[in-house]
């Protein structure tokens, strides 16, 4: 029986929204979600859990309160547990995240960008 | 102050051995590790743990029991734990793989093939 991998730009294709992870994966309790990026996110962290970052398409930018890490398609970083971050995309990018299942974009700030959780595609 | 993310393709060419897992970033206690596959590896199982393959270069089937997976880069693909499987690249492929830490290549079926864990670049 043939099984189909997931085919990350297929995927990618089939939504068009930023700011709204996708989840395509799980690994355990862990999830691998796709997600569009179009300017500046909000200021938050994750108090509970490290939150990987790896960039398919684009550029980003991950703001920290004590530096800047540019990332281009192919690089990955690690946002490390409690560490205040702000995505910042400002020609757009695609990007998976790597993390728990559960954790919510926002992390602890809240607010409008806040996004529906747990959303297969 | 500018840190510096992970550059997948720049680490890939730090190494040259085959069936060889470097870690290049950890997430929590999991690890993502590349390798560079080439020709059939051996038959065996993660019994505590899935196991995702990701492709960045080249083509992957991964063989179950019951059936078989075709990888082209730019696909994954997660193993369940417990789920015997012998990935196969037979024109070469780069790999990214994400497990926890401690996960040994050859699960329980050991051999020659076995690697060395936890290897950093």
């Known amino acids: 029986m043939s099984r189909k991998p997931v085919?990350?730009?297929d995927k990618l294709a089939l939504f068009h929204d930023h700011w709204s992870p996708?989840?395509?994966?799980?690994?355990n309790d862990y999830q691998f979600k796709l997600v569009k990026l179009q300017g500046a996110f909000v200021w938050h962290d994750h108090p509970d859990t490290d939150e990987c970052f790896l960039v398919i398409d684009g550029a980003l930018r991950i703001e920290l309160r004590d530096g800047t890490v540019e990332l281009q398609a192919g690089e990955m970083y690690v946002v490390p547990k409690g560490v205040?971050?702000?995505?910042?995309?400002?020609?757009?990018?695609?990007?998976?995240?790597i993390e728990p299942r559960?954790?919510?974009?926002?992390?602890?700030?809240?607010?409008?960008?806040?996004?529906?959780?747990?959303?297969?595609?």
Chains 1, 2 share one sequence.
Request: charged share 20%; hydrophobic share 45%.
């Open 7 to 9: 085919n990350i730009r």
């Open 84 to 97: 205040e971050h702000r995505p910042v995309a400002e020609t757009g990018a695609h990007v998976m995240l």
């Open 102 to 121: 559960g954790v919510v974009n926002t992390g602890e700030a809240g607010g409008a960008l806040t996004a529906e959780n747990d959303i297969w595609i």
């Open 22 to 27: 996708r989840v395509v994966a799980e690994m």
